[in-house]
């Protein structure tokens, strides 16, 4: 069921209410099934896959405490092997099916998510770095929590487990911060993303159609659309966890705020970028690889490693060439910037402002760019897009610019899908400039004015939070209202469903 389901509210008040009143050693257990009926509703079919991940994850940590040695390292080799395995058997598996050799399988939902976390655990567990869990309800609970499972953030066992153990109860104080949270993720959920997706899902199957302006909104409301959903998510997942107690990972930092590459990637998904950082670029990083080079070399360049990161990325994120396009263009821009500054010297820090507004609006243009390939990667299997489809769409930015066209292709875009009305229209466009400038409010504020402090404690300590509470709810609501009449949605029922 979707987190911004009328479904779901129900199902997250039920589950809060029961939890946080049993006795502490039933909690886990509660908790657990009532995730598991979670991921039942959600994909019935590939609930056993998911505590088969969890029963394996579980056994291969039971042999790292129980073994030593070689048979500990062997019980982590079969571990990460056997989930990276997995993994690439349901992501990859129906290039193969394409070809007919078999039936394709479907892909699990949330398994990037949770076998990333499994694999951290087994890796931490072995370092030491985290205990071994000898709970395997406690650890199912971790891999499977239903606030977590479909999306993440990916969360890191020796920061979950110890909570996941503790007792909790009903806490007023915590309880409000949650509420702003929740309100905060379903505004950008619902309000935000959800309404720039009726565009954009307008747009880019028919791109041939439009002049370039056109694409350019449309590939700029895809990056906030996706930007909005991804971190609305995190938000909501993170609310979910404190409404019962935990404390989940902040998975975004006003990435659009960032004046370079580096900066933006430790502020965009941040559970995948740190998983990257201290399980691939680390290990790479100080692999001594003079056996593998006869001596030539004692480290990798961290050029490679850095190129590997991004790489890998692409691959995790799809399983289409599109997304390792995106993969590569995200390795060019990084290590762009690494060859500029050595040749050009760090920048300053304290640089004028209209510098870092002119970079700022750099690095979400390049970001724009490879957008584009990962919504046409995204794009169904019913119509697919390719790459050279990326590329045209690219090219189709430049042609076409005649002001009477975009305003003719605007009001066209909107009512094709949407109300056939021209108030509508306008107030399809209307909202969304309202709830984009109230949502990069919301983030400019927290960015430079809080310095980038937990979201739920920028909004209790704005100024006239109260106007920005009835704002974030009114828009929520008028969200839900746009997509119940128009771009062949069902109605208000896509959300009251499970």
């Known amino acids: 069921m979707s987190l911004q389901s009328f479904g779901f509210f129900g199902f997250l008040l ?31 079919a590939m609930l056993p896959v998911t505590i088969a991940v969890a ?37 990859y598996n129906g290039a193969f099916a394409a070809d007919g050799g078999w039936q394709a399988v479907a892909m699990p939902l949330g398994i990037s998510f949770y076998t990333f976390a499994a694999i951290s655990y087994l890796i931490d567990a072995a370092r030491g770095d985290c205990e071994v869990e000898t709970s395997f309800i406690d650890f199912a609970l971790f891999l499977n929590f239903f606030a977590t499972v479909t999306q993440g953030p990916i969360c890191r066992a020796g920061a979950l487990l110890p909570q996941l153990k503790a007792e909790h109860r009903f806490d007023a104080a915590r309880t409000v911060q949650a509420l702003r949270l929740l309100a ?21 199957p028919h791109y041939g159609s439009y002049g370039g302006p056109m694409l350019v909104l449309a590939a700029v409301f895809y990056t906030f659309q996706l930007y909005f959903n991804f971190s609305g998510y995190s938000e909501v997942a993170r609310a979910v966890g404190l409404l019962l107690g935990l404390t989940l990972p902040e998975n975004f930092k006003t990435p659009f705020f960032a004046t370079n590459f580096s900066g933006f990637w430790s502020r965009w998904h941040i559970s995948f970028s740190s998983w990257l950082q201290d399980y691939l ?7 001594d690889v003079s056996g593998v080079t006869h ?6 360049p961290a050029e490679v490693c850095v ?36 040749r050009l010297g760090k920048p300053k820090k304290k640089a004028p402002a209209r510098v870092q507004w002119a970079k700022r609006a750099g690095v979400f243009a390049l970001w724009c760019v490879s957008m584009v390939f990962f919504r046409v990667g995204s794009s169904p299997a019913a119509a697919p897009l390719t790459v050279g489809d990326a590329f045209r769409y690219l090219g189709g930015c430049f042609l076409n610019w005649a002001p009477a066209r975009f305003a003719a292709e605007l009001y066209a875009a909107a009512s094709n899908g949407f109300y056939a009305n021209a108030i509508m229209v306008a107030a399809y466009y209307a909202f969304t400039v309202l709830v984009l400038a109230l949502a990069f409010y919301l983030d400019a504020r927290r960015a430079f004015a809080f310095k980038n402090k937990p979201a739920e404690i920028c909004l209790a300590k704005e100024k006239h939070r109260w106007a920005v509470y009835y704002a974030l709810v ?21 959300y009251a469903g499970f």
């Open 14 to 44: 039920v589950v809060a209410v029961v939890y946080l009143y049993l006795p502490q050693r039933l909690q886990s257990v509660f908790l657990l099934g009532a995730s598991w009926v979670f991921y039942a509703l959600a994909m019935p």
């Open 55 to 91: 029963v394996f994850t579980y056994l291969c940590g039971r042999g790292l405490a129980a073994w030593g040695g070689v048979h500990k390292t062997a019980a982590l080799r079969l571990g990460v092997g056997g989930l990276l395995a997995i993994l690439a058997f349901f992501k």
């Open 184 to 204: 905060l993720g379903l505004f950008k959920l619902v309000a935000v993303s959800d309404v720039l997706g009726l565009l954009v899902d307008e747009v880019f």
């Open 281 to 287: 670029f680390m290990p790479l990083a100080w692999a």
């Open 295 to 300: 001596g030539r070399l004692t480290r990798l």
């Open 307 to 342: 190129f590997t990161v991004f790489f890998v990325s692409g691959f995790w994120h799809g399983n289409t060439l599109p997304f390792v396009v995106w993969g590569l263009l995200q390795a060019c821009y990084r290590l762009g910037e690494e060859l500029l500054h050595r």
């Open 474 to 494: 009114i828009a929520l609501l008028i969200g839900y209202i746009i997509q119940s009449g128009g771009f062949g949605s069902s109605g208000f029922g896509m």
